[in-house]
């Protein structure tokens, strides 16, 4: 394979026939070959493009397909009705069928914020905040990426057009940026969190120019909006390949720019306890998603504070006296503030969060109407799946997570036994003892139903 064109050359791509490769149109999203057939038809150009072309030639199911096009945003919501714009930074069509949604982008140019016509915006750092100019498909190949993800699947004849050697890094397995490295992170620097998420996710590896650079470029995380950093979190822990992931970031010195204060309890005194409990919790993860079941950020962002968390509240309960549940409570608010500034919690994760630590405690008391109450808390199962994992690395007895786990399966008579509770009728399996009422107590019917008092009448004002 010849040597890839270097920027601005205007050396043609290297073009693949359908017969030399093995993307197929019956792998591709019916809705995707509609979008590219209608551009095609309309007198565009037409390609798909990025990690979906990467994935069929891997023979991988992609999860999105995106269009590339020299048609811009403007002529794309005219040809699609069912198209809206989005986006500041890098201006876009979403093509919408129902809920599957097909990303279109314009060909774009290199930004040059000295060209005064260029819609173009560069922070102090070097990173893109605006970058609105359009191009030809020979200048948009350089605004990509890595090599992998620069590859266009042309609809009008099936062939594949590469122009930086990318079909001969996904054979060899490389991740390797197009143009300088170091411009290229600087520009933005969430690139080094997609080297990791794409080398864990393919078993690829980082090319060393990449990989050198990272650690001494690591510190530019901290100028991304923290709400960008959560997405790109969610995308690196919750597809599959997170205990990987979580190796590689902390390979590269990713790591500690993301949780700062787990980094540091990584090099601690609970530091191999710690280890193998992330590991557990990540392996789990990773199991369910190849399961097809539900995960939730809540869960690996409570794994990850966890050292952090208990020790701030050993801290306050040596400092003042309050039980263990409000200061773990307390502590994990101030852990998640802080951690706030860098990774931009949603509050519909942060609060049960927050909640399933500050329950840990409750599992030591098996006891008592109150002990037989917890099951029926609305954070029981999370806070019970935390506690089963801390179990396994011994921070709880064996006995009490058995306790915990056969109370579950048992009836009301035999729960109310089990923790010693007297004068109720438990309610059936899995009912706890929420609508339990102690025998003798009320007024009313034998069915126990409490009599409704009655209204006063309102005294009429003499006014």
Known sequence: MSKPAPAGSGQPPIIIPRPDHSVSRANISKNALKVLYRLKDAGFQAFLVGGAVRDLLLGLRPKDFDVATDADPDQVRDLFRNSRLIGRRFRLAHVRFGRDIIEVATFRASADEADERADVELDQHGRILRDNVYGAIDEDVWRRDFTANALYYNIADFSIWDYVGGARDIEERVLRLIGDPEQRLREDPVRMLRAVRFAAKLDFTIHDEVAELMPGLSALLGHVPAARLFDEFVKMFQAGHARRTFELLLEHGLFGRLFPETRRELDGPVAARFREFIALALANTDQ??????????????????????????????????????????????????????????PKRFAIPMREMLALQPRFERRRGKRAMSFLEHRRFRAAYDFMLLRSRIGEVDPEVAAFWTEVQEMSGEERAGAFEVRGSSAGGK??????????????????????RPRRRKRRESGD
Do not use: H, N, Y
Request: net charge positive; proline share 4%; aromatic share 4%.
């Open 288 to 345: 369910r998603v190849a399961e097809g079941k539900a995960v939730t950020p809540m869960f690996l962002l409570g794994v990850f504070l966890w050292a952090p968390v208990r020790a701030r509240a050993a801290e306050m309960l040596a400092e003042r006296k309050m039980g263990e549940p409000q200061a773990l409570g307390i502590a994990a608010g101030e852990v998640v503030a802080r951690q706030q500034s860098l990774i931009s919690i």
């Open 430 to 451: 899995g009912s706890g003892q929420g609508g339990d009422q102690e025998s003798g107590k009320g007024e009313g019917s034998k069915s126990g139903r409490r009599r």
